[in-house]
Nanobody, 127 residues
Framework: QVQLVESGGGLVQVGDSLRLSCTAS????????MGWWRQAPGKEREFIAI????????WYSNSVKDRFTISRDNPQNTVYLQMTALKPEDTAIYYC????????????????????WGKGTPVTVSS
């Protein structure tokens, strides 16, 4: 069991950068593959990035590849999503998620479902 808390969302302009953080109010994140999802208004939740338990393996969706970077600091019990060159279509609620399985298992899984979720942090990109 792990309690996830996201932070760092806000209102930014097109082309700006923003870094989201995910920490655990309870539990250690080092036991989990960690992912970021987002849900735009009126759309389904989208899986956008995942980092392996030790932090060496990553995977990105095509929609954010080359603009977003996922990383983790296990001693600090924190996972990050660095977002650059933000676009209006990046506007969404961003969720942190955790899963006991390995990265390759989550990526291979139908819909990439993950076990534990935070409550999300909103990101609005204004033009």
């Amino acid at each position: 069991q792990v309690q996830l808390v996201e932070s760092g969302g806000g209102l930014v302009q097109v082309g700006d950068s923003l870094r989201l953080s995910c920490t655990a109010s309870e539990g250690s994140l080092s036991h989990f593959a960690m992912g970021w999802w987002r849900q735009a208004p009126g759309k389904e939740r989208e899986f956008i990035a995942i980092v392996s338990k030790p932090g060496k393996g990553v995977w990105y969706s095509n929609s954010v590849k080359d603009r977003f970077t996922i990383s983790r600091d296990n001693p600090q019990n924190t996972v990050y999503l660095q977002m650059t060159a933000l676009k209006p279509e990046d506007t969404a609620i961003y969720y942190c998620a955790a899963d006991y399985d390995y990265l390759y298992q989550v990526v291979a899984r139908h819909n990439h479902t993950m076990a534990y979720w935070g409550k999300g942090t909103p990101v609005t990109v204004s033009s």
